[in-house]
């Protein structure tokens, strides 16, 4: 598996594991699908201001990506990020997050980020295990703040000081 960053020639493959997982799952709470040219221009966007957008792959296969963006508007807030890491349920467990993570947090580090910041659906028991063993720390929980699917979910927020 190789780590570069993202492409805007990406996008469709990024878009055809993304949505499935925006219909069929509560990890995220969005219900809008990702459009390939909309996210196209969101990864020259971020790469532009100097935010990362990284995938890995599998050959010449898109198995997953991260990114991230800062975590609210504002000065005071420059210096901590969101981030979104998806894979691809094929190389889920293999390694992959990991690689990208620790690439995703190196990027971080270079451009003086303090902190990255998960949000994560309070469904997602992987999400919240992967970045606990990742050395994230849950800071919050905020209950019944998703709604997808019926039903309400919680959002759970965990923090990595770099």
């Known amino acids: 598996m190789i780590i570069r960053d993202a492409r805007a020639a990406d996008a ?62 504002g000065p005071g807030y420059a210096r901590c990020m969101e981030h979104t890491i998806i894979l691809t349920p094929a190389v889920q467990g293999q390694g992959a997050g990991r690689l990208l993570m620790h690439a995703l947090e190196d990027h971080a580090r ?21 970045h606990a063993h990742l050395g994230f720390r849950q800071v919050a929980s905020i209950p019944e703040t998703g709604y997808k699917f019926g039903r309400w979910m919680d959002l759970i927020f965990m923090q990595k000081l770099l």
């Open 110 to 130: 270079q451009r003086g980020v303090h902190s990255l910041i998960a949000c994560i659906s309070g469904e997602n028991t992987g999400a919240i295990a992967f």
């Open 12 to 73: 469709p493959e990024i878009a055809a594991y993304w949505n499935p997982l925006i219909r069929e799952t509560s990890i995220t709470f969005n219900t809008k699908e990702r459009d390939p040219d909309q996210l196209a221009q969101e990864i020259g966007a971020r790469q532009k201001e100097g935010k990362a957008y990284l995938v890995v792959c599998e050959g010449s296969e898109v198995c997953g990506h991260a990114t991230y963006t800062q975590f609210r508007a």
